[in-house]
Every structure is written in structure tokens, then in C-alpha cells.
């Protein structure tokens, strides 16, 4: 914000844009003003009329601008389905769609559960990407959720997270090491909340839509069961959990519980879990 | 303890070694004066004493043992007593009442000192119940592991001159330790501080209710103690139910010199044996000779079995009379 620091630097205003900034709860049409690397100014007041001729002008045309979005879960094709994405080839579709960070889950072929493999994605985050790039690696080896992975060594290595994507760790003894294990790093596990038994061969949610569709469906249960067994180990171990994925009302309790009681968790939830439900899978 | 007990100048008021929560501070202090005149005997040439003729000492380990075994047996013989090793294969036993019947079993054979290892925490205090003879406590499960804690103690001690103010570090697998417990009894009535350093998944429940700090950190665990005591990770344990793996372990809390640079710059190095090296000791360290008394605590260890056989046949019955020979009966039918 230091003027002196900034002196030469190209003068940029953005104007005619859809302010977005959830930080600080901003949704408004207005410019945003840069110079150099840094935002100068931004809100309603900052127009065409209110600028000087040393500034260069975009109009946005009504867009939206925003602090980059973060994807913290994405499965892109590098390694083992290059004819489908590679790494590089997935952050240019970040990049265009306004997401400057994301992060990969360790589910790819082979799984991300090594320090080298680690090692090979944060080389292509360093080279190709034009998005920021980081590596979740395999909180169990070969996404089997029998062994705890090496938590310590691929932290180091550059891993920001733990998960078997969307595999639950089921096995509650395992679940409880891998979270103390990983209490001592501070490192974040996170989990695919879903009990395997009760969700298997199931494709959408349990109810009248799916008897109607003929199709199996998941109890909410399943979810919740997963979510409540691991907000107790949590509990106990004191690390650091996230809960992928959140798909029903009653999760969002718990996870509203949880947070009251201070335990250090998170939870995400997908686009399509928010804009859609199960009478959409039957239209 | 209503036996006579002539030789019994020494108050030692336990008829059994079956853990270290047992003893007080004077115990402990008896059992370590007595060990240290043992030391002596052990480096004569002449180490045999007359004090357990005709006693019988029984060595049952339902255990692999090698060290904690021979050093029973070596005692047992260097005090003239009948020693017998009884091969117990570990798939033949089981708990409850086979443990019960095989002390039953000893017993009608009369030994009068029994050292017991077994595999389940207890056991050994279970079977010294259902006896008539002393018991000794050589390792029951994750208890306790007196004679280990004495002979560190005695180490410890001959070494440095006291046990008291000194900060122990005992790090490794904490939550299946036997050595660890007893150690940190013992370390806690002696008035040493104690503590413990391990990843969490190694550190039992509560242990801080021992008296022992936590730390999961090595390099903060070792700052400025005077003893590093590091214990033996089981294989079975590195394979990623408890640590990821080998590699990971050593890196994070095996003992080399950059970790080792914390602790006091003339701290002691323990290990109670048998030590995987590259595991949880980096080799150099373990065998470093101004620092690594690992050697000498197999050396102690057979001082303080000698102490504790000494010790508690002062408090056998009939130990003031001698055995009346075998006579043959001819007024019988």
C-alpha cells in the first residue's frame, strides 16, 4: 500500500465490476484499482469519472471480481490418464474458470502416498501451471486404509494434506492412529464421510425418488454415522480434521456441535450438493 | 514374615520382586548398595558363592528371552543355587487356569525362587498367588520389568553418583513398554524427572499421571537431559499401524548426534536391549564409548539379579535351619 514502494509501477483501474469479497461480506458494482502487484483501492466510489489520466482502464463489463478461488479438491488425469489432463493442461482450466490455487488429490495412478510422487507434483506446480498448485497425498498406503503413509516425510516434501479421496478410512483403530500420528505434525487429515457398509451399491439418496427410480439409495446415516464416529476421535486425538463433502442437513449440525465445542475441524461441501437435489437425478 | 531369619540383617520386606510400585525408596537404595559389592564379585576370577546352596531357582519364561535369561541363570549359579531353565513354548500356554495349573505344577516340585516372564501384564502376580516360593518379576507384558529399572538405576548411579534432580528422557514405543513403566516408577521415587518422547501413537493414555512431561517432539524431548534412555521399536510396530515406516521413524525419532546435540553435552545412552540399529539408534551413537553405557547395563544387570536372589532368600522360610538329609523310613508297612 506504500506509494513510495510503488512508485513506477503500471496504474491499473478494473472498473464497471461486480465487487466480490466474502472476507469482508462486499457485493457491490464498482472499480478496483492496482499498481504494480498491489490493490490500491476498490469499492463504489472508484468509477471513470473519479480517475485521472495516468490511469490505464478495463472495463469488466459487469463481471465478477473476486479473490481467486481455491479448488482444495481436484482429481486431475497426471499421473496414470494423461490423454485425459495433465497437470499443466488442469491449471489452465483453473485459470480460465478463476481459480488461482488448487489442490490435488493424491487418487491418481500411481497414488500420490510416497514422498517422491509428492515430490513429481510439486515439480510440476514449480514448472508448467499457471495457477498455484499443491499436492494431497494418501493419508494410507495405496489408498487401501490398512498402513498409515509416510505423514512426516511428504509433509516435508510439500503435501498440505492427508486424505484417501473418495475412500473413507473406515477402520476405527486406524482412523484413530492416522489422526494422532498426525497430530504431532499439525498436519490436516481429510476425510470422505461416508460408511462404506451402509453406503454400498448405492448411487443417490435413499428416499421415495430413488424406490420410484429403482434405484439403491444411501441413508443419511451412512454420513453421519462416519462424521459423528470421527468428530469423536477428533475428540481424543486433537488433530486437525476436515470433513469432505458435506450432503445433508443433519451433517451440518454436527459439524455446527463440533465447532461450538472447538474442536479444530472443517468441513466442505460440492456446488452441485448446494444447486441440486434428488429430483433432479430423476429429471 | 514371621519366618526366622537369621541372615535377614538387611530389611528388604518383600517376599516377592514382582514390580518396582512395590518398593520404597529405601528398598531400592538396599537393592542398589547391595548390587554395587556384586559388581565386584562378578569381575574376580573366583565368582562362586555359597549363600543359595541347595536352593532350587526356577528360570520360566513364557518369552523369548536371551539377555534378562542368561543373566538369571549366570546369578543363580554364581550363588550356588540348582538352576533350571524350563522350556515353555510360547504356543502350548495359554492365560487363566493353564498359567494356574503350571504354578501348581512348579510348586509341588518345591523351588524356592521362581523368575517369570510372561507375555500377559499380571500374570507373574497372578501365579506368585498360587506358590509357596519367592517370585520374581522378569517382564509381565507392557507392566512392569523390575530388575531392568534396578540395573538402569544401578548404572545410572555408579555413573553419575546419584539418581536425584537428574532429567531423563525415555524415548520410543512408551505404550508397550514394561522397561519404560518400571523406569519411570523408579526415576519418580528416586526423585529424578522424567520424560517420556514418542509420536502419540506410541504414548499411552494419561501417562502424564505417572509423573512423566509429554513430549512428541525428540529435539525438544532431549533438551538438557542428562539420560537418554531409548527403547526397542518392535518391526511388527513400523509398519503402519503405529509409525508409517522405518524411515520415517529414524528421521523423526531415531537417536542420532543432531538430536542428541540437545540433551546435556556428557548425557548418558541407554538401551535395554536388544537394539535395532538404524531404527532407533543411529549405529555411530550407540556405539559411541565416551557416552553409550549399553554394555555396562548388561554388566549391572547380573549385579542386581545377584542382589535381588540375595535379598529375598533372606526371607525364605526355613532359612535358618539347614536341610535335614533324605532318611530312609524302614518302620513303615
Known amino acids: 500500500m506504500n506509494a513510495k514502494h510503488t512508485g513506477g509501477a503500471p496504474k491499473v483501474a478494473y472498473l464497471n ?69 495433465t497437470l499443466e493442461t488442469a491449471s489452465f482450466a483453473a485459470s480460465a474458470g478463476g481459480v488461482t490455487t488448487f489442490i490435488t488429490m493424491p487418487n491418481t495412478d500411481p497414488v500420490i502416498d510416497d514422498v517422491s510422487l509428492v515430490e513429481f507434483v510439486k515439480r510440476h506446480a514449480m514448472s508448467g501451471a499457471l495457477v ?59 476425510q470422505h464421510i461416508e460408511e462404506p457398509g451402509l453406503a454400498h451399491g448405492g448411487c443417490m ?4 425418488v430413488a424406490t420410484r427410480l429403482g434405484l439403491q439409495g444411501i441413508p443419511h446415516a451412512a454420513e453421519t454415522i462416519m462424521l459423528e464416529r470421527d468428530l469423536r476421535l477428533v475428540e481424543l486425538t486433537g488433530a486437525r480434521y476436515h470433513a469432505d463433502q458435506l450432503s445433508c442437513a443433519a451433517s451440518v449440525e454436527i459439524m455446527r456441535r463440533a465447532k461450538r465445542q472447538g474442536l479444530p475441524v472443517t468441513c466442505g461441501l460440492s456446488a452441485a450438493h448446494l444447486a441440486l437435489n434428488e429430483i433432479d437425478v430423476g429429471s | 514374615m514371621s519366618s526366622s531369619r537369621t541372615q535377614a540383617a538387611i530389611p528388604f520386606p518383600h517376599r516377592h520382586l514382582l514390580g518396582i510400585k512395590d518398593l520404597s525408596a529405601g528398598d531400592i537404595h538396599i537393592v542398589l548398595e547391595l548390587a554395587d559389592s556384586y559388581v565386584e564379585l562378578n569381575r574376580q576370577v573366583e565368582k562362586k558363592q555359597d549363600l543359595l546352596r541347595g536352593r532350587t531357582l526356577i528360570n520360566l519364561f513364557f518369552e523369548a528371552s536371551t539377555r534378562t535369561q542368561s543373566s538369571f541363570e549366570l546369578a543363580g ?68 520389568h523390575p530388575t531392568q529399572a534396578l540395573l538402569d538405576a544401578l548404572t545410572i548411579r555408579r555413573r553419575l553418583g546419584r539418581l536425584e534432580g537428574l532429567l531423563v528422557a525415555i524415548c520410543g514405543d512408551i505404550a508397550h513398554s514394561r522397561v519404560a513403566r518400571s523406569n519411570i516408577y523408579l526415576l519418580n521415587i528416586m526423585g529424578a524427572r522424567v520424560r517420556v518422547v514418542a509420536p502419540p501413537t506410541l504414548v499411552p493414555a494419561f501417562i502424564e499421571r505417572l509423573g512423566v512431561e509429554v513430549h512428541h517432539d525428540m529435539r525438544e524431548g532431549l533438551r538438557d537431559v542428562d539420560i537418554v534412555m531409548m527403547l526397542r521399536l518392535q518391526q511388527e510396530r513400523m509398519q503402519g499401524a503405529y509409525v508409517p515406516s522405518l524411515r520415517e521413524y529414524f528421521h523423526f525419532h531415531g537417536l542420532d548426534y543432531a538430536k542428541l546435540s540437545e540433551a546435556k553435552p556428557n548425557a548418558l545412552i541407554m538401551h535395554p536391549g536388544p537394539m535395532n540399529r538404524g531404527v532407533e539408534i543411529d549405529s555411530e551413537v550407540a556405539d559411541d564409548i565416551d557416552r553409550s553405557v549399553i554394555r555396562e547395563q548388561v554388566e549391572m544387570g547380573v549385579a542386581v539379579r545377584l542382589a535381588i536372589l540375595d535379598l529375598l532368600s533372606r526371607n525364605l522360610k526355613n532359612t535358618s535351619s539347614r536341610p535335614n538329609p533324605v532318611q530312609l523310613n524302614m518302620d513303615r508297612p
Open chain 1, 17 to 85: 465490476a461486480r465487487l466480490i469479497d466474502p472476507a469482508s461480506r462486499l457485493d457491490t458494482m464498482g472499480g478496483l484499482l492496482t499498481q504494480g502487484s498491489l490493490i490500491q483501492d476498490l469499492g463504489p466510489h472508484i468509477t471513470a469519472h473519479s480517475l485521472t489520466q495516468e490511469w490505464r482502464s478495463i472495463d469488466c463489463g459487469g463481471n465478477i471480481l473476486c479473490p481467486g478461488l481455491i479448488d482444495m479438491k481436484v482429481f486431475a488425469g497426471e499421473p496414470g490418464a494423461e490423454h485425459k489432463e
Open chain 2, 77 to 144: 549359579k554364581r550363588l550356588s543355587a540348582d538352576v533350571v531353565n524350563m522350556p515353555v513354548g510360547t504356543s502350548s500356554v495359554r492365560k487363566g487356569e493353564t498359567l494356574i495349573d503350571t504354578a501348581m505344577t512348579l510348586n509341588a516340585m518345591n523351588p524356592d525362587l521362581l523368575v517369570v516372564r510372561h507375555p500377559d501384564s499380571g500374570a507373574v502376580e497372578l501365579l506368585s498367588q498360587k506358590v509357596d516360593c519367592a517370585v520374581i518379576n522378569a517382564g509381565d507384558g507392557s507392566n512392569e
Open chain 1, 205 to 208: 439418496n435413499e428416499g421415495e
Open chain 1, 132 to 190: 498455484n498448485m499443491y499436492p494431497m497425498a494418501a493419508a494410507t498406503r495405496g489408498l487401501k486404509g490398512e498402513a498409515m503413509t509416510e505423514i512426516g516425510l511428504m509433509q516435508l516434501a510439500g503435501a498440505v494434506a492427508f486424505t484417501d479421496g473418495d475412500r473413507a478410512i473406515s477402520d476405527a483403530v486406524l482412523m484413530r492412529r492416522l489422526l494422532s500420528y498426525a497430530s504431532r505434525f499439525n498436519a490436516l487429515i481429510v
